[in-house]
């Protein structure tokens, strides 16, 4: 199912490890090393980290964008998204938001992107909502805003249609999201919390990853309605859909990485389970390696590490 191909040491980055970007055409890993303030720079040739831009106020989301070599860290502590020259890493804009700034994600209608953040610490009780999804240019230029009812925590847009899809736990429910007309459009409630989401937008099904009890929920997202609760091993933060092999890859919080097979679009099967340190948690996939790269966080005597497997 997955083999176990390489170790890439970060004995550098200390704490925890947050979510990934990637260079396809110039095998370049970014990695938001949450914690270490850092992002960290890995050339996937060499298997080494080769660069580190520090002084980031616990990155969070990161998107390179091919077309304009533009690399987009959004960060935590500030609400700060920072664009950077992907070659040089010169800073080329600045943008500010309320709190929070988390998830990227790519706008393919816009060629830019959108980021989640928090509604400022003191505005948390306004009526006009505590979160929202903030729109950048190609060029980090900010063109618009959502406003949500709290903290969006993953999201994921449709591409043959307008809509986005926004975990908000807070509410208990996934918000979408009108992009065109830039207003929520409908609330589909869920039963647990529901952090981080996954799209298979062939089969019309929303994956989402949920704490308590760990399961993933599955969503139709034709109806808003729930098909699917497969039990997994502890809480998750990046769920992966692999469209080529009809699987999920579940990176969970209590040692496992768990494949689910995808018998139809309503039943889910677990067939392998890969013992992973605990707190390993975070990952990107890259489809078109068929690669998934698992974020080892530093525990005990154990450096930070990057794993990275192949897909069979």
């Known amino acids: 199912m997955l083999s176990l ?26 990695v938001a090393a949450f914690e270490n ?3 960290e720079v890995v050339d996937l040739k060499s298997g080494q980290r080769v660069h580190a ?7 969070q989301g990161v998107f390179y964008d ?3 070599s533009h690399l987009f860290v959004a960060c935590g502590l500030d609400g700060v998204t920072k664009v950077f020259d992907g070659k ?12 929070d700034a988390d998830n990227i994600r790519y706008d393919p209608r816009s060629k830019g992107v959108i ?13 006009e909502g505590t979160g929202g999804l903030g729109f950048i240019d190609s060029n980090g230029k900010k063109t618009g805003d959502i ?4 903290h969006p925590e993953s999201f994921q847009l449709e591409k043959s249609s307008s809509r986005i899809f926004v975990n908000v736990p807070e509410k208990k429910e996934i918000e979408v999201i009108d992009g065109g007309k830039r207003s929520v459009v409908e609330r589909w409630p869920v039963s647990e919390d529901n952090f981080p989401m996954a799209l298979d937008e062939a089969n019309h099904r929303l994956l989402l990853g949920a704490w ?5 929920l599955v969503f139709d997202t034709t109806t808003g309605k729930q098909v699917a609760a497969p039990e997994i091993a502890g809480k998750t933060d990046d769920p992966f859909y692999d469209s080529v092999r009809r699987r999920v890859y579940v990176l969970t919080s209590v040692g496992y990485l768990e494949v689910f097979e995808q018998k139809d679009a309503d039943h889910y099967n677990r067939i392998a389970r890969y013992p992973t340190p605990a707190h390993s948690l975070t990952g990107f996939f890259v489809p078109d390696w068929g690669k998934l790269f698992v974020a080892v966080p530093a525990q005990n005597d154990q450096s930070a590490e990057i794993r990275v497997y192949q897909a069979h």
């Open 212 to 216: 308590k009890p760990p399961q993933l």
């Open 66 to 68: 091919p077309t304009t």
């Open 37 to 39: 303030h850092t992002l």
């Open 5 to 30: 191909e390489a170790h890439i040491p970060h004995p550098s980055v200390k704490g925890r490890i947050d979510h990934f970007g990637v260079d396809v055409k110039g095998q370049r890993l970014f």
């Open 53 to 59: 831009i520090g002084n980031l106020a616990e990155p």
């Open 88 to 99: 040089t890493f010169q800073v080329l804009a600045t943008i500010k938001f309320p709190d």
């Open 115 to 127: 980021v989640g953040y928090a509604g400022a610490k003191q505005l948390r009780k306004r009526e």
């Open 147 to 150: 406003v949500i009812d709290a």
